[in-house]
């Protein structure tokens, strides 16, 4: 009787420790992966980060660029308006120099 009892005992003893193990485990397992997911998280959020310094960088470069622009380029409205005045001012000039010619001429 007092063997049935230690056998038992020592059984409940075991599986005390198998059923602890096997928490520690699990926890183990769940504690390994929960660093995982947050080694992730931060690499998600470090690219986020990086990512969002180059779109601040390329807004800013492409503020400067539309506030360059006027500078350098004329756009094709102001051409075509600008060229049609120097057409006009060259056929005034034209007819001028033609009149010039016909009084020269005559004289």
Do not use: C
């Amino acid at each position: 009787m007092e063997g049935d009892i230690l056998s038992g005992l020592m059984r409940w003893q075991v599986s005390v420790w198998a059923i602890g193990a096997l928490l520690g485990a699990v926890a183990l397992m769940a504690r390994g992966f929960a660093n995982r997911l947050m080694r992730e998280i931060d690499q998600r959020f470090e690219r986020l980060e990086s990512m969002a310094a180059e779109i601040r960088r390329i807004d800013a470069e492409l503020t400067g660029l539309r506030a360059e622009l006027p500078l350098h380029y004329i756009r094709r409205e102001d051409h075509i308006r600008d060229m049609s005045a120097i057409t006009i001012k060259l056929d005034r000039i034209h007819e001028m120099l033609l009149m010039i010619v016909k009084e020269t001429r005559h004289g």
